[in-house]
C-alpha cells in the first residue's frame, strides 16, 4: 500500500512538472511572437502544436494565415485552426468560418461557414455572432431569417461590437426582424458611431438629415457625414457631395461637391460616379480643376 501511495506520488510530481515544462515553452514562444521573431516563434510553437496544444495550433494557424516568417498559406493555416476549432477553440471556430466565407486556402462554401460561425457564436465570441447575423441578414448558407439576424446582431452589440451595433441600428432604422423604431436606430447607431465606425457615423448623419427619431437637423448631418468621409467611407463622401451640391448644412458650393463626389467615385461607387460627372456639366474648366487639385491633396493627405 505504502509502495501504491508512493507511486502515485511521483507520477503526479512527474504530471505537474510536465505541465510546468509545457507552459513555459508555450510562455516562450508567445514572447517570440510578441517580439515579431517569428521564426523562432514558429520553431517552438510547431512541437507544442503536435502535442495537441490548443493554444500553439492557433497561433500556427495564425502565422501561417499572416505569412508571418514563412510564405503564406492559407492550407496549413486553415489545417491548424482546424485542429485547434476541434478541441472547441471559439477563436479558431470563427477564424475557419471566415476562411469558407471569403474562400481562403478552401472552396467558398457559406454553409460551412455559417456552421464554424455558430460554434463560436454559441461560445459566446461576438465576431461570430455578428458575421452570423450577417448570413441570416443576406440568406447565405442558412435561410434569409431577419428575426435571427437580429438576435445575433444584439447578442454582439451587446458585447461591444461596433459592426453589429450598427447592423442593429440600420435594422430598427428599416423595421426588419424588428419593430422598425427610429429612436432606438439612432441609440445603437451612436453607439457605433462613439467607438469610431464610419458606417455608425453615416447613420446618425443620416437619420439626423432626414429628421428620424431625431429633430432635423442639416447641419449635425454634414458632421457626422464628414466624420465618416474622413475614414475614406465612400458612402458618406458622396453624402457629402450631396450637401454641397445642394447647400444642406453648409452654403452650396459645386467645386466642393464635385471633390467629394470625385473621392468617393475613386472607390469604385458608381453613384458618386454619376453625381461628379453631372455636376461637372454645371461647372467652369477652372472650377473641374480646382475641384481635381482638391481631390488630390486630400488623397494625399488621408492614405487608406
Known amino acids: 500500500m505504502a509502495f501504491l501511495r508512493t507511486l502515485l506520488l511521483m507520477t503526479g510530481l512527474v504530471f505537474a512538472q510536465s505541465v510546468a515544462v509545457h507552459a513555459d515553452a508555450f510562455d516562450d514562444a508567445a514572447a517570440a511572437y510578441e517580439r515579431e521573431d517569428y521564426t523562432s516563434a514558429l520553431r517552438l510553437m510547431q512541437p507544442l502544436a503536435s502535442l495537441g496544444d490548443v493554444r500553439a495550433q492557433s ?48 472552396k467558398q462554401d457559406y454553409t460551412e461557414a455559417a456552421k464554424w460561425y455558430r460554434k463560436a457564436a454559441d461560445q459566446g465570441f461576438a465576431e461570430a455572432q455578428q458575421m452570423l447575423g450577417v448570413m441570416y441578414s443576406r440568406g447565405k448558407g442558412v435561410l434569409q431569417d431577419y428575426t435571427e439576424a437580429a438576435k445575433w446582431y444584439r447578442k454582439a452589440a451587446g458585447q461591444g461590437s461596433a459592426k453589429a451595433q450598427r447592423n442593429l441600428g440600420f435594422m430598427y432604422s428599416e423595421g426588419k426582424g424588428v419593430p422598425q423604431d427610429h429612436t432606438k436606430a439612432m441609440d445603437w447607431y451612436r453607439r457605433a458611431a462613439d467607438q469610431g465606425s464610419a458606417e455608425g457615423q453615416t447613420g446618425v448623419g443620416m437619420l439626423h438629415q432626414q429628421g428620424f427619431g ?47 463626389y470625385n473621392i468617393a467615385a475613386s472607390s469604385g461607387y458608381r453613384i458618386a460616379q454619376i453625381a461628379r460627372d453631372k455636376i461637372a456639366k454645371r461647372m467652369t474648366p477652372a472650377q473641374i480643376a480646382e475641384a481635381q487639385r482638391m481631390a488630390r491633396e486630400w488623397v494625399a493627405k488621408h492614405p487608406q
Open 59 to 106: 497561433y500556427l494557424g495564425l502565422i501561417y494565415g499572416l505569412g508571418q516568417g514563412v510564405k503564406q498559406d492559407y492550407s496549413e493555416s486553415g489545417k491548424w485552426y482546424r485542429k485547434a476549432a476541434a478541441q472547441g477553440d471559439s477563436y479558431s471556430q470563427h477564424i475557419l468560418g471566415n476562411m469558407y466565407y471569403l474562400e481562403h486556402g478552401v
Open 214 to 260: 431625431v429633430p432635423q437637423d442639416n447641419d449635425l448631418a454634414a458632421q457626422w457625414y464628414r466624420k465618416a468621409a474622413d475614414q475614406g467611407f465612400d458612402r458618406a463622401q458622396g453624402l457629402l457631395g450631396v450637401m454641397y451640391q445642394y447647400g444642406k448644412g453648409m452654403t452650396q458650393d459645386y467645386v466642393q461637391a464635385h471633390m467629394w
